[in-house]
Each structure stands twice: as structure tokens, then as C-alpha cells.
């Protein structure tokens, strides 16, 4: 999607299929799906997912500042390598599971 901000936060939005994202720079990337959320090939300046339901991860995902990511009371599974300089990871019944290789400076995981 180029060199652009991608911001796609409609409440209603319901996406189906992997969810891939790249741009230029330090642009950044905000997703609200109102479903399970599948991340495909992300390469972004900064990344943020809210996901209604689990969240999962097909493709490599390269981000040069934070990446933040909600599945309120469903499961993460990152499935593939991560990098990021920052990450925060966060549900609130649900687990996080890495289990692809993971290159983070810093990393906040939050479950209740």
C-alpha cells in the first residue's frame, strides 16, 4: 500500500483472510477487525491490531517502532518471525504464544 499511513479502524470493519501490510519509512498501521484477526506479511514503520477475536500470524513481520496487539479475551499466536524494536502484547483471558522467532529491544506481554 506504499509510502502512506494505513488506518483501518472502523469498528465494523470484518475482515476475512490474512490481513497484509506494507509501507515506507516510519508510517504507521492501525487494524480494529470485528472478527479473528489472520496477519499476513507485515513490513511497517509502527503496528497496531485490535482484534475482536484470536489473533494469529501467516507471514514474516518486520516493524521499525512498536507493535501493539489486543485480542481482548482470545488467544495470540505468532506463528512466524517477529522483529520489532518494541512490543506490547495483551488479552484478557486468553494466552500468548510465540512460536516462530522473535527479534524485540523490549516486550510487554499482558494477560489477566
Known sequence: MGR?????TNAGNAFTGAVSLT???S???SIVNSRTTALGAINVGSLSVNSAGALTQSGAMSVAGLVTLN???SNITLSNTVAAANASFSNTSGTVAFQGDLALSTALVTTA
Open 27 to 29: 508510517n504507521a498501521a
Open 23 to 25: 509501507n515506507t519509512g
Open 4 to 8: 502512506w499511513r494505513h488506518t483501518l
Open 71 to 73: 485480542s481482548g479475551t
